[in-house]
């Protein structure tokens, strides 16, 4: 999948969460009766398909160009950054984050969340 593929991904994931109107639901991915969790509506959306009990999906992961399945957040060297509002699965989860925050949340931590070539084209989408 070339990096322009992703990044469309990515735009129409995020995008969405920031509109999204549907159920939000934590521990898994979720489904349209349990509710979603960021990651299981970036599933939805792109037509991915995927277990609803399951955690993550590095399926999903891998089209959209995130550095690992649960969204952690990277400083630029590399090195996981260990805080409960680090990764997407967290701030759905345990701090109840709505979709459009963790949707603001990942417009604002692009080059954190996302492989190079990926964050640096969503950074000139979105312009930040």
């Given at each position: 999948m070339t990096t322009e593929h992703k990044v469309k991904n990515a735009i129409k994931w995020i995008d969405y969460l920031s509109t999204t109107e549907d159920p939000q639901g934590k521990g898994c991915l979720g489904n349209d009766e349990r509710g979603y969790c960021c990651l299981g509506i970036g599933c939805k959306v792109l037509n991915i398909e995927f277990e609803s009990s399951n955690y993550v999906s590095i399926d999903f992961a891998t089209k959209v160009g995130l550095c690992t399945g649960n969204g952690d957040h990277f400083h630029s060297s590399k090195v996981v950054v260990k805080s409960?509002?680090?990764?997407?699965?967290s701030m759905n989860d345990c701090h109840r984050?709505?979709?459009?925050?963790?949707?603001?949340?990942i417009k604002n931590t692009l080059s954190n969340r996302f492989l190079p070539e990926v964050a640096e084209l969503l950074n000139k989408h979105y312009k930040r």
């Open positions: 409960s509002l680090t990764s997407l699965t984050m709505t979709f459009k925050e963790i949707a603001d949340n």
